[in-house]
């Protein structure tokens, strides 16, 4: 019966680091950097929301400033056959500061009937124009530009991570089958 020795057993404090591959090299360096890639992506993600909300909310205010809402009363029937969320351009009138009646042209959702008021903005000309932005609109700019950048900035790094991965299981099977060839000649025999 053999009985090993302290002195003989492997030291495991000793044992150096197991050989790698250049691939598992480029590997760990690429995930590290695409791993820092996508955590500035985020910061970059929550600063473009912040600075297009920001620039909503100013546009907004700017608008608020240069429209005038007014109370238009449709006087056309509606649209027959369009659908409830469809918009469409019905005919309405209001009435100015000095008290006139001016007719206009109006957007509105689904078929409301004749004689329905409605909110219309008109600039400093008397043209209809689109309401100012309201701070959820500006919630909804922001949100959605941040996400979105979040969104194809991942996509881009998970593209770049697949490439990557590919190239280096190539390089890998390419390696795998030069060894095996060396190996299975003295394996086989066939060297002799």
Known sequence: MSVVQPSQQPDPSRAGPLPRRS?????????????????FLM?????????????????????????????????DAPVPFVPAGWVTTR????????????DISVQVAGWPPAGVTVQAWLDRDGRVVDAPSTPADA????????????????????????????????RNAVGWAREWYRVELEWSGRNR
């Open 23 to 39: 691939t598992d090299r480029v590997e760990d360096a690429a995930a590290w950097l695409l791993t820092a890639a996508a955590l």
């Open 43 to 75: 910061l970059g993600a929550v600063f473009v929301g912040v600075g297009l909300h920001a620039d909503t909310v100013d546009r907004g205010r700017s608008a608020a400033q240069d429209r005038t809402p007014v109370a238009a009363v449709l006087v």
């Open 91 to 102: 005919s309405a009138r209001y009435v100015d500061a000095v008290g006139g009646e001016q």
């Open 139 to 170: 919630v909804v700019v922001g949100t959605s530009a941040g996400v979105g950048t979040a969104i194809v900035g991942l996509v881009v790094l998970g593209v770049a991570w697949l490439g990557l991965r590919r190239w280096l299981d190539h």
